[in-house]
């Protein structure tokens, strides 16, 4: 069972049904940085977020996996490849501008079971600034990309570029009928230096709760992610063979 699920929108002009958000003047330059808590945060850069998207599971002893910025030729089989080790699935928060260069992988996203998520076209965190019928088209033409690179399938979620939520967005996204997903933990692979394989599995397993959802990265900044495919395996195999918690699928 789900958390937050979103609220129904106007597709002309939505309105926030929640809070009002602030937006950012100015446009972040990495993902947010983790809070010595773990949570997924309450605020960007000191905006809050919109309340009305997913965050977590109500899963009891049990979290979920989620990947960004992909597909990546390089990286997003070598994940899957993890995934399926450990018999495990997540969602792919997919770039649309990427599908459309590497179909091939959408498909083998979808055909292992993962589920996908519509992460925009391209990963523009001041997309949710824009007018709605702008951000209309954006998330629209990305569903398609992925929906006829998975053979099908269609991406039941939108994340908003570095998490950077904003109610019109969240609305809009309501409205394609995507569900946005947040996240409670941050692998912290996007960071430079690079984060080694044992101190991301060092900060996961301080901050995760029951019922977070993990965000890791199989694409995109910065430009490696060697240290996430031997990071991920630390970390599955804490969470399953250490803690006996399950891996649930969104």
């Known amino acids: 069972m789900l958390l937050g699920l979103t609220m129904g929108c106007d597709a002309g002009s939505p309105t926030p049904n929640a809070v009002t958000v602030p937006v950012p003047s100015t446009t972040p330059s990495a993902e947010p940085t983790p ?11 000191g905006h809050l977020k919109p309340d009305n998207h997913i965050y977590e599971t ?8 989620s990947f960004d910025d ?4 390089t990286w997003t089989p070598q994940i899957l490849a993890v995934l399926r080790e450990y018999h495990v699935h997540a969602v792919f928060c997919e770039i649309g501008f990427r599908v459309k260069q590497h179909p091939e992988l959408t498909k083998m996203v979808a055909k292992d079971g993962n589920t996908l998520c519509n992460h925009t076209m391209w990963h523009k965190p001041e997309l949710g600034k824009k007018p709605a019928p702008q951000i209309v ?7 398609w990309l992925i929906q006829r690179a998975s053979g099908g399938v269609r991406p ?28 409670k933990v941050t692998s912290s692979d996007w960071q430079k230096p690079l984060m080694t394989p044992k101190n991301m599995l060092n ?13 890791f990265h199989d ?14 395996k630390l970390i599955l195999d804490d969470i399953i063979n250490k803690k006996h918690w399950t891996v649930v699928t969104l």
């Not at 570029?161 to 904003?166: E, R």
């Not at 900060?203 to 965000?215: A, F, K």
């Open 35 to 45: 809070s010595a808590s773990g949570s997924a945060l309450p605020t960007v850069n």
């Open 58 to 65: 109500n899963g009891t002893q049990s979290v979920a996996l």
């Open 70 to 73: 992909g597909p990546d030729p």
């Open 137 to 143: 088209k954006d998330l629209a033409d990305t569903n």
């Open 156 to 183: 039941v979620y939108f994340r908003a570029p570095q998490g950077d939520f904003t109610d019109r967005e969240v609305q809009v996204a309501a409205g394609l009928g995507l569900a946005s997903l947040g996240w």
């Open 203 to 215: 900060w996961v397993d301080r901050t995760m709760q029951p019922g977070c959802i993990i965000l």
């Open 219 to 232: 694409g995109g900044s910065p430009g490696t992610h060697a240290h996430t495919v031997a990071g991920l």
